[in-house]
């Protein structure tokens, strides 16, 4: 897992020479907004001290915030991990204020805190007042990306996001710990 990860970061962060500078980028500006899909590895601590490693799809995970220059934008991030609990659907997800910095026109890193949730997924929710809402502190994610198709105010990226979150349960504390491979769609 560890080795996974490393890897990872390593194979985003290698330079490929870019024929673009900054200067030349005209679609860095104004408001983004951004959905990714894909999947990965979940692990899960519960109350109990039950531990659980599992495959994972990702939803929801989307993002909006602006730019205040070519290089940087701000945004809220909507991570999300989807896992059974109890033979039911449960999204492992958060609100996160995030930092998004470009190294290179086609390379970002993204960092960013908030808060975690702890729900039923969005798509088995049939009374909103009868399900288990959890929420916690603190929520962090570190990603990083390389944007392989841009047009006009469009782009496709290639994403690895790990995400960090703590739900206070009415049995105690569940701690998660998602690494997620996504493919993003993002506008601006």
């Not at 991990?81 to 033979?87: C, D, F, G, R």
């Not at 659907?89 to 998004?100: M, N, V």
């Not at 910095?101 to 909103?128: E, H, R």
């Not at 929420?135 to 996001?161: C, M, S």
Request: aromatic share 20%; proline share 4%.
């Amino acid at each position: 897992m560890r080795i996974t990860t490393i890897f990872l970061i390593i194979f985003c962060s290698i330079n490929l020479k870019s024929q673009e500078s900054f200067h030349s980028i005209d679609y860095h500006h104004g408001f983004i907004f951004g959905v990714s899909v894909g999947a990965g590895s979940l692990f899960l601590k519960q109350p109990d001290n039950q531990k659980d490693f599992t495959f994972s799809i990702s939803l929801p995970n989307i993002k909006f915030g602006y730019f205040l220059n070519k290089q940087f934008a701000l945004q809220l991030l909507l991570p999300g991990a989807v896992y059974k609990y109890n033979k039911k659907d449960r999204g492992f997800e958060g609100a996160i204020f995030c930092a998004q910095y470009w190294m290179q026109p086609n390379w970002w890193l993204l960092i960013g805190g908030g808060f975690t949730f702890d729900a039923p997924a969005f798509y088995t929710v049939k009374d909103p007042r009868s399900s288990s809402f959890y929420t916690g502190f603190p929520a962090l994610t570190l990603a990083t990306g390389w944007e392989v198709y841009h047009y006009t105010n469009k782009n496709i990226d290639l994403q690895f996001r790990t995400f960090y979150g703590q739900s206070n349960t009415n049995n105690g504390l569940r701690t998660g710990w998602a690494n997620m491979l996504l493919l993003g769609f993002n506008w601006n």
